[in-house]
């Protein structure tokens, strides 16, 4: 076989093809020297029990976008109505990627890289699930940091954003304003300017804005007037970053305890919020607002986009941390339970925080003398503009407050730290063997914590928000997760086989799972997917910020530049190694998606799975070493 320039096929050789199967931690087939010597396996950590697993997905999953943009697009896309094209896509698109993205990580036992094994010739999909969580590693810890500036500010006995007294403060600043006073033109009791007309008043600006504007933010004039540094907002970000790293530096081990308090605790708060929120004047109101169904709304497209945008981003699908997730578990978890498990909690997750929101926008429409619709925001403005006004119309203004961002703090956190692990898992098994350094992890860890805070840099300048709103707009959006989505399902079902990876995770599990996942990731899902990628294509709209600020064309070409970084790496990934590999389209082919199988596997595959066992080094006069694969077969 040595002679012949390779091992025969059965034994996973090519020799016509002038090398050596595509393994973990080796170059494309017929670029490394024969000498190469496979690196010693070591045994994958796995998660202590478990529930370590589930509440890890749950931190990881459910975030802030549960909170602060389920309820709005509720409200926004007929209200009860929208639970219609939100549960079928959920059925059609959530659930089925969901648990493919977890059966594969743990049939694989790899991260988000290594787990296309499975057909390696599309190992491009785990090369861009690392570009886009890394951009959200990045990006996201922002939201972290503010939450965590509003949640110190939270502890003096009047809070900051409720008085227009202050030094961030501008002459336009107006405390309280009531609409319905406003009946003959002019405000005899406005409490920071009486003598003012209702005109000059409407145009005034609340002080929750100013703070944030003007104080947290510090916010410029645009992109291209980065201007000084928060140093205030600098301090919040090391403060986090570090409480990141010594959450995931230990890997799953510490991770999965962690979880149980960041994952859990949000919910006794959420509880405690709605308990409050049903309680105050005008809840009623904005609950009906909320839930009130709007059938004329089923018969606009965008309705169906948001709910498939929405899921994308809520199940946080496509970012390879679920794979990474799944790839500690056992063999024989029963990952197609958890996952219809994990989507319930999630879904359900969302629905009872819009009670919780709407209850108290509610509150404040009422108090303001406004309608609901003036006061309900998504993203950013609600929970750092809507939110904190609210707190501050409530008896005992502090304490509601420390507990929203409290709670704000721990949603974030826990998506943010497992977003790291899923990154350092994708990179530490790129690198697999002997030469393991005892601290390999840690310095892992803080090498990437590192170089997101450097990029970090850029969004506590004045100018920071504007950078934010790029990296959120194109890095991470739906566009990025609809085109890996639409990949993922084929490159399963089609390249390597939807019946055949049924066959697998029957072997894992002890069943085959419903047809209806077959169906989904051949057909329906990829369908869902790329019709909502059109759709957003065909109607892109320039990026703005607050609908007023028009972003210069070289801001969206950086924004197109994030979004593509990611979405490039399948198809480049695809033609470079097709243009390596040797022998003609066909052999290229066949031997470019014949999965490589980890040692682990040889316990538990059949006799007959057709397809490579992991590279074996030639024998030559350099290394008269045998490594002999014992297995079950």
Known sequence: ?????????????????????????????????????????????????????????????????????????????????FLIPYLLIVLVGGIPIFFLEIALGQFMKAGSINVWNIAPLFKGLGYASMVIVFFCNTYYIMVLAWGFYYFIKSFNSVLPWSTCDNEWNT?????????????????????????LTCLQLAEGHSPIVEFWENKVLGISEGLDHPGRMNWEMLLCLVAVWILVYFCVWKGVKSTGKIVYFTATFPYVVLVILFIRGVTLPGAYDGIMYYIKPDWSKLGEAQVWIDAGTQIFFSYAIGLGALTALGSYNRFNNDCYRDAFMLALINSGTSFFAGFVVFSILGFMAAEQGVHISQ???????????????????????????????????????????????????????????????????????????????????????QGGMYVFQLFDYYSASGMTLLWQAFWECIVVSWVYGADRFMDDVARMIGYRPFPWMKWC????????????????????????????????????????????SSMLCIPVSVLYKLFRAKGSFKQRWAHLTTPVWGPHHMEYMAPDAHSRAPALPPCNADHNKVIIFESVM
Request: charged fraction near 15%; charge should be negative.
């Open 375 to 461: 006061v309900a925001e998504s993203g950013p403005g609600l929970a750092f503009i809507a939110y904190p006004k609210a707190v501050s119309l409530m008896p005992v203004a502090p304490v509601w407050a420390a507990l929203f961002f409290f709670m704000l703090l721990l949603l974030g956190l826990d998506s943010q730290f497992v977003g790291v692990e899923g990154f350092v898992t994708g990179m530490l098994d790129l690198y697999p063997g002997r030469s393991y350094h005892r601290y390999k992890r840690e310095i892992a860890v803080a090498i990437c914590c590192f170089l997101c805070f450097i990029i970090d840099l850029s969004m506590i300048t």
């Open 521 to 564: 990731w051949s057909f329906i899902t990829p369908c869902v997917c790329m019709g909502i990628f059109l759709f957003h294509l065909v109607n892109y709209k320039p990026l703005t910020y607050n609908n007023v600020y028009v972003y210069p064309w070289w801001g969206e070409v950086i924004g197109w530049c994030l979004a593509l």
């Open 171 to 195: 002459p336009s600043c107006i405390e309280f304003f009531r609409h319905p006073n406003c009946e003959n033109g002019s405000l005899a009791n406005a409490t920071a300017a009486p003598n």
């Open 1 to 81: 076989a040595a002679e012949k320039g390779g091992y025969p096929p059965e034994l996973g050789g090519y020799p016509e093809l002038g090398g050596y199967p595509d393994s973990v931690g080796y170059p494309d087939p017929g670029v490394y020297p024969p000498e190469r010597v496979v690196p010693a396996y070591q045994e994958r950590e796995t998660w202590t029990r478990q529930m370590d697993f589930i509440m890890s997905c749950v931190g990881f999953a459910v975030g802030l976008g549960n909170v602060w943009r389920f309820p709005y697009l509720c409200y926004k896309n007929g209200g009860g109505v």
